[in-house]
């Protein structure tokens, strides 16, 4: 069974400054992909980043981008530039490339914190 | 692309009665997806269908819970003889192998619909 963790419960950094989440996952597939979502207070889970196992470049939107290292079972987020707006958890989320069940598995979740 | 939608946002109950929830996808996605969210955690998956399918289903889905897509578009979820540990958000995503714009089966969320049993 997969598994992800996030170890980070919660973290608060300067606007402006740049902030690391860490994900770490388990799986014995070699096909599948990894996604960050944001929750915003009270609001919808959005899409920020996805990442396809197989690919060895790591992805990048605008000022969010991924540290994937395959090996290690690690994908950590990059947020630079933050603003206030980024203030939401943010979730990992892993998913199988194979079968009849693209279901998502969820980190516990980082609660960020933009400051002022 | 109007996105998914869900209805009700908030629903209240009392314990023992039935609820019922409304899922609406993306229009060109044949996939769809159930999770329930607790305060505070991550979702947990709960049904998937395939078209008018349900191919997989969690054991969270115990034998009050039960899901349809009867013409493999819109989706309800209903909640038999409710308990006080249903209070969730339960969240409706929808994604396709097809889609261009965020990947092939990147799944899209709904806003919830929110649950309180008292």
């Known amino acids: 069974a997969q598994t992800v963790t996030q170890s980070q419960p919660e973290m608060s950094v300067q606007e402006a400054e740049t902030v690391t989440l860490s994900c770490t996952y388990d799986?014995?597939?070699?096909?599948?992909?990894l996604f960050w979502y944001k929750q915003p207070p009270s609001r919808q889970m959005i899409l920020v980043i996805r990442q396809e196992a197989y690919k060895q470049q790591n992805a990048t939107e605008n000022r969010f981008s991924v540290n994937f290292q395959k090996a290690a079972k690690s994908f950590s987020l990059k947020i630079s530039d933050s603003q206030l707006g980024d203030t939401a958890m943010y979730f990992c989320?892993?998913?199988?490339?194979?079968?009849?069940?693209?279901?998502?598995?969820w980190g516990a979740g980082t609660k960020l914190i933009i400051k002022p | 692309d109007t996105g998914v939608s869900q209805n009700p946002r908030h629903k209240i109950t009392k314990r023992g009665q039935n609820v019922t929830f409304r899922c609406d996808p993306i229009?060109?996605?044949?996939?769809l997806y159930w999770y329930r969210q607790t305060l505070g955690q991550g979702p947990e998956f709960l049904t998937y269908f395939q078209n008018e399918a349900q191919l997989e289903k969690s054991r969270l889905l115990s034998d009050r819970f039960s899901a349809e897509r009867p013409k493999g578009s819109f989706s309800t979820l209903e909640i038999q003889r409710t308990e006080q540990g249903d209070s969730a958000m339960y969240l409706c995503?929808?994604?396709?192998?097809?889609?261009?714009?965020?990947?092939?089966?990147?799944?899209?969320f709904g806003p919830g619909t929110r649950l309180t049993v008292l």
């Open positions: 229009s060109e996605h044949n996939r």
């Open positions: 989320a892993f998913m199988k490339h194979a079968g009849s069940n693209y279901q998502l598995i």
């Open positions: 799986t014995s597939e070699n096909n599948y992909y």
């Open positions: 995503a929808s994604s396709s192998p097809y889609s261009r714009q965020g990947g092939s089966d990147t799944q899209y």
